[in-house]
């Protein structure tokens, strides 16, 4: 074997910044990241077209199966409630007692969290309890402050 051949020296083993980045790596990881963000802002067609009353049929469930789901649902939109309150008081707690400002913004994000989920919950109580689907936020932002046009 030849002695260039052992040691390989080009122009690439001194300078290669594109390599010393990886910058396929990075072009790769920011598509991925982009992505992610389009399909966040992108609303999803629904499987099926269908009134609430097909989907009960569908589903097999009665009006005393919809009030104890509202009656779960609703349970559980409150339990996430509280526990993101609690979580929300406590990442305050942190700032102020142990004064980790990680700590404290961990407790925020927990607390979107939990929040989200006691609105998705809540969401889907108030579907069936206007017995409609595809209703949107702002018809359940009417249903909660009282506005007129939601009540059926």
Same mark, same amino acid.
């Given at each position: 074997?030849?002695?260039?051949?052992?040691?390989?020296?080009?122009?690439?083993?001194?300078?290669?910044?594109?390599?010393?980045?990886?910058?396929?790596?990075?072009?790769?990881?920011?598509?991925?990241?982009?992505?992610?963000?389009?399909?966040?802002?992108?609303?999803?067609?629904?499987?099926?077209?269908?009134?609430?009353?097909?989907?009960?049929?569908?589903?097999?469930?009665?009006?005393?199966?919809?009030?104890?789901?509202?009656?779960?649902?609703?349970? %559980?939109?409150?339990?996430?409630? @509280?526990? $993101?309150? !609690?979580?929300? /008081?406590? *990442?305050?707690? &942190? %700032?102020?007692?142990?004064?980790? @400002?990680? $700590?404290? !913004?961990?407790? /925020?994000? *927990?607390?979107? &969290?939990?929040?989200?989920?006691?609105?998705?919950?809540?969401?889907?109580?108030?579907?069936?309890?206007?017995?409609?689907?595809?209703?949107?936020?702002?018809?359940?932002?009417?249903?909660?402050?009282?506005?007129?046009?939601?009540?059926?």
């Amino acid at each position: 074997m030849a002695i260039r051949d052992v040691f390989k020296i080009n122009r690439k083993t001194f300078l290669y910044p594109t390599g010393w980045l990886d910058v396929t790596a990075v072009r790769n990881l920011n598509s991925t990241i982009w992505g992610s963000i389009k399909n966040l802002f992108r609303v999803p067609a629904p499987d099926r077209v269908e009134s609430f009353d097909e989907a009960m049929h569908r589903l097999d469930m009665s009006e005393t199966d919809i009030e104890q789901a509202i009656k779960n649902y609703t349970g %559980i939109a409150w339990m996430f409630f @509280i526990l $993101g309150i !609690i979580v929300f /008081l406590y *990442s305050f707690y &942190l %700032i102020f007692a142990h004064v980790t @400002i990680s $700590g404290f !913004i961990l407790g /925020l994000v *927990s607390t979107a &969290l939990f929040l989200s989920q006691a609105f998705q919950y809540h969401f889907w109580a108030f579907q069936m309890r206007q017995k409609r689907l595809g209703l949107t936020f702002k018809d359940w932002k009417q249903y909660m402050l009282g506005e007129k046009g939601t009540h059926s």
